[in-house]
């Protein structure tokens, strides 16, 4: 449960469904398995999993959620050698040649045939509203898994306005100046990797690792153009990062300090994830705010 990536969207508006009218909400959408003839399945799932009841689990002011989604692998070799077989068999008993367009017929009907035949895998994203602070946190270090569950929160509830976060500083310009040296706000520093991109973003990358960032080399490059594209960040000595510039962490990670501070309640599942659930996302709520005020804090955006 302990995430490890950071999506986050603003929230313009406060969020105003309590824990049971967003557990009725999301009943509309919620998972079942897909069909034999069904390529995926995509909707709610409980967070607790079999040791909870509800499509929500709340603490306090945060709301935690899970996106549950099913596919159907059906491996395009497979269905390659298929369909030469069956194209062979036209063309030789027929002699006839097969053209694109019935080439394309054929292949859809064999995967109609083969789809019920197939494994599922299936895989649960999640995310928790933090209403005192407004955003949703996804986590989830694909930008169209963490849109996949917002789109299907926006059709669940009818409507949300959510966006990605904007700062008044371009993250770029913030983090190339801590690597030229220039001071870093109180509670952060910098880690041993980090990559450098052209501005133009069309360039070359240059991905360092335990390379001193005030060398004659790194500052050679920062001074031809380069800046700072991806961050490796510790914050407080509580949490470790990878921050890149569109401010989606990756690479989350919560040190022994914080580990050292949890209740134990191993004997029972749901007390655990509750506890973990309720320190994580009052750690994360500060965690969030340090780094948005890093990079100059929020712009002012209309809510979209």
């Not at 789809?115 to 407004?134: G, H």
């Not at 510039?245 to 580990?259: A, H, M, P, W, Y």
Request: hydrophobic share 40%; with cysteine; glycine share 6%.
């Amino acid at each position: 449960m302990w995430f490890k990536n950071l999506t986050l969207f603003r929230l313009p508006l406060p969020f105003e469904l309590d824990h049971d009218a967003l557990d009725e909400a999301l009943q509309s959408e919620a998972f079942h398995p897909c069909g034999k003839s069904v390529p995926f399945s995509y909707g709610w799932a409980r967070p607790l999993g079999r040791h909870g009841e509800q499509l929500v689990h709340t603490v306090g002011s945060y709301s935690m959620i899970c996106a549950r989604k099913e596919e159907r692998i059906l491996p395009s070799a497979v269905v390659k050698e298929q369909l030469a077989e069956k194209v062979e068999a036209i063309e030789q008993g027929e002699a006839r040649s097969v053209g694109r367009k019935e080439r394309q017929q054929i292949k859809d009907e064999l995967t109609l045939t083969l789809l019920p035949q197939a494994f599922t895998r299936s895989n649960n994203t999640y995310a928790y509203i933090d209403r005192k602070n407004r955003w949703l946190v996804v986590d989830s270090a694909s930008a169209t898994k963490a849109e996949d569950l917002v789109s299907l929160l926006r059709e669940s509830l009818g409507g949300l306005k959510a966006r990605l976060p904007q700062t008044e500083e371009s993250p770029r310009v913030v983090m190339s100046r801590w690597l030229r040296g220039d001071s870093i706000p109180d509670g952060f520093e910098l880690g041993d990797e980090y990559e450098l991109q052209d501005g133009d973003k069309e360039g070359a990358i240059v991905r360092c690792r335990r390379q001193d960032p005030l060398s004659d080399e790194i500052q050679g490059l920062l001074d031809a153009g380069k800046q700072v594209a991806k961050l490796a960040m510790s914050w407080q000595e509580r949490i470790e990062f990878v921050v890149p510039e569109d401010l989606c962490i990756k690479r989350l990670r919560f040190t022994d300090t914080i580990k050292e501070e949890l209740d134990d309640y191993a004997e029972d599942p749901a007390m655990q994830f509750d506890s973990d659930f309720a320190f994580m996302s009052l750690e994360l709520s500060k965690f969030i705010e340090a780094v948005i005020k890093a990079f100059g804090g929020e712009s002012e955006v209309e809510p979209v």
